[in-house]
Structure formats: structure tokens, C-alpha cells
Nanobody, 125 residues
């Protein structure tokens, strides 16, 4: 069992940066792949970034490559999402997700077993 709590969201301006955190509880965190998704109003939840259990392998949506970095600290049971050069299209609720071992698909919601409640990111123009 893994419980996830996101933090770090807020209201920022175009061009600003934010770092989201996802604190996990449970003994299986260090062996779980982690992902970040986002959902804008009226849209489906979409994949943003994923990271394997060790942090040695990362995956990104094409729309965020070069601007967003996922990382994890297994000693702190925390995964991070560093977001730079934010623009209004990044406005969404951002969700942290965990998958046993390796997700069946990095990009699909169904590939993950546990979800956090989400944190709102709003980027003003």
C-alpha cells in the first residue's frame, strides 16, 4: 500500500518556475515506479513524466521535454517535478502516481496503482 500527498502548487506568472513534491508513505516506495500526470478543466488526465525505482530512467511527454525534470529521493520517500518556463497551457491539477515495479504503460493512467489527491498549478499570462 502506498499513500501519496502532493504539494508545491500555486499561482505563478508565465516564465516562472515551480517545484512540485510528492511525499509517499509505505514500505514499497523505493521499489515503485512513479509518475506525474496533469488534468486541465474539461480535458483528460495526461502523462507528464515518469521515473523508475532507482531514478536511473526517466520518461517525458513531448510537450514538456526540456522544461520539466522528474527526480526522486528514496531516502525521503519523495518524488519531485521541477517545472521551468511555465506557460498558461501548463495550468492543471497535477497528480502523483505510483506503480508496482514498472508501469504497464508509462503514459496511461491505467498503468499506475496509486494516486494522490492532486495539487493545483495556475499560470497567468
Amino acid at each position: 500500500q502506498v499513500q501519496l500527498v502532493e504539494s508545491g502548487g500555486g499561482l505563478v506568472q508565465t516564465g516562472d518556475s515551480l517545484r512540485l513534491s510528492c511525499a509517499a508513505s509505505g514500505r514499497t516506495f523505493s521499489s515503485s515506479a512513479m509518475g506525474w500526470f496533469r488534468q486541465a478543466p474539461g480535458k483528460e488526465r495526461e502523462f507528464v513524466a515518469g521515473i523508475n525505482w532507482s531514478g536511473g530512467s526517466t520518461h517525458y511527454a513531448d510537450s514538456v521535454k526540456g522544461r520539466i525534470t522528474i527526480s526522486r529521493d528514496n531516502a525521503k520517500n519523495t518524488v519531485y517535478l521541477q517545472m521551468n518556463s511555465l506557460n498558461p497551457e501548463d495550468t492543471a491539477v497535477y497528480y502523483c502516481a505510483a506503480a508496482y515495479g514498472y508501469p504497464s504503460s508509462w503514459h496511461q493512467v491505467s498503468g499506475y496503482n496509486y494516486w494522490g489527491q492532486g495539487t493545483q498549478v495556475t499560470v497567468s499570462s
